[in-house]
């Protein structure tokens, strides 16, 4: 299973990218989806989850109030808008997805155990 990613880009400190993540539609529905960025020498770590069954959504503390996870089921898709964007932001940001929905439980967000992934794609932020 492939999930399709947009394209990243770069952009100064303070500006705003918009990401997205397509999954097939046969697994879509009801599944836990994850953005997990990878900073340069560091482990994927997750930053925030929806749960597409019921919508809910949760952010790690360092993203809260400047990313948002939103998703469009016509489309089968997960979008992660990222505002204010930061230096320390600069990673290779992955979409993952899971069918176990417990993997979108704050705390049980660990990137290792979802089962499918997107390409990557490469977000820098400029000082």
């Known amino acids: 299973v492939q999930l399709v990613e947009s394209w990243g880009g770069s952009v100064q400190a303070g500006g705003f990218l918009t990401l997205s993540c397509a999954a097939p539609?046969?697994?879509?529905?009801?599944?836990?989806m994850a953005w997990v960025p990878q900073a340069p020498g560091k482990e994927r770590e997750g930053i925030g989850t929806i749960y597409i069954g019921g919508g809910t959504t949760n952010l790690v503390d360092p993203v809260k109030g400047r990313f948002t996870i939103t998703h469009d089921n016509a489309n089968n898709t997960v979008y992660l808008q990222m505002n204010n964007l930061k230096p320390e932001d600069t990673a290779m940001y992955y979409c993952?997805?899971?069918?176990?929905?417990?993997?979108?439980?704050?705390?049980?967000?660990?990137?290792?155990?979802?089962?499918?992934w997107g390409q990557g794609t490469q977000v820098t932020v400029s000082s």
């Open positions: 539609r046969y697994i879509y529905a009801g599944i836990c």
């Open positions: 993952a997805a899971d069918p176990n929905i417990y993997r979108c439980r704050p705390g049980d967000m660990v990137a290792a155990l979802f089962a499918y």
